[in-house]
């Protein structure tokens, strides 16, 4: 009978050891993703659109669907594309931050209105401001796939040659535009 006890206490303790192995390993990976959590730019992922030029364009303008706007229309000075729709949560908390930058009138703040209805789209800007030198419209969202639009909201800096030169995705914030855009901005501005 002794040669079956010393057996299971052999696998008792090899169990003890790969158990706290394990306890081990899964506390360092818990520990790794809090750091990583931490980090600023945990979900960025690098746009490769970035340094290319803006893909052409031409879409109808919001106010006046008669009347459209190319990509070759916006050349010659920089500006910023806001993807936004009126069916996005996340663009009605970005509004106030693009109204603010829009309003010290540093570049040209265009607005990209994706997949929207149009009447939901002006009763929006009725009820929230329109920050926007003018309104785009991609009502089927087919031009936005060419800029790598994922998700509303998404921002957009383009120099005066129409290269991209900045994307952030979700929403602006004062702390990113500070951050972020406005070094970036400051560069394509020296540049021109």
């Known amino acids: 009978m ?3 006890i010393v057996k299971s206490k052999k ?12 306890f081990l390993a899964l506390v360092a990976l818990m520990l790794y993703g809090v750091i990583r959590s931490g980090d600023a730019d945990r979900d960025v992922l690098p746009s490769p659109l970035i340094g290319k030029p803006a893909p052409e364009f031409d879409l109808p303008i919001l106010h006046d669907d008669t009347l459209s706007i190319s990509d070759a229309d916006l ?3 920089p500006y ?3 993807v936004w729709g ?7 908390v970005e509004h106030p931050v693009i109204t603010r930058f829009a309003e010290t009138k540093r570049i040209r703040v265009i607005g990209y209105n994706w997949k ?3 009447d939901d789209a002006m009763r929006w800007l009725e009820q929230f401001g329109n920050p926007y030198l003018l309104v785009l419209v991609d009502q089927d969202g087919r031009k936005a796939l060419d800029w790598g639009v994922a ?3 998404e921002t957009f800096l383009v120099d005066s040659s129409g290269i991209i030169r900045w994307k952030f995705s979700g929403p602006l914030t004062d702390e990113v535009i500070h951050a972020q855009l406005l070094p970036i901005l400051e560069q394509v501005e020296r540049m021109q």
């Open 80 to 82: 910023l594309l806001n």
């Open 151 to 153: 998700a509303a909201p």
């Open 11 to 22: 696998w008792f303790w090899a169990a003890i050891v790969v158990g706290g192995l394990f």
């Open 86 to 92: 009126s069916w996005c949560p996340s663009c009605r």
């Open 2 to 4: 002794s040669p079956p």
């Open 116 to 118: 929207d209805e149009h």
């Open 75 to 77: 050349r010659g000075a």
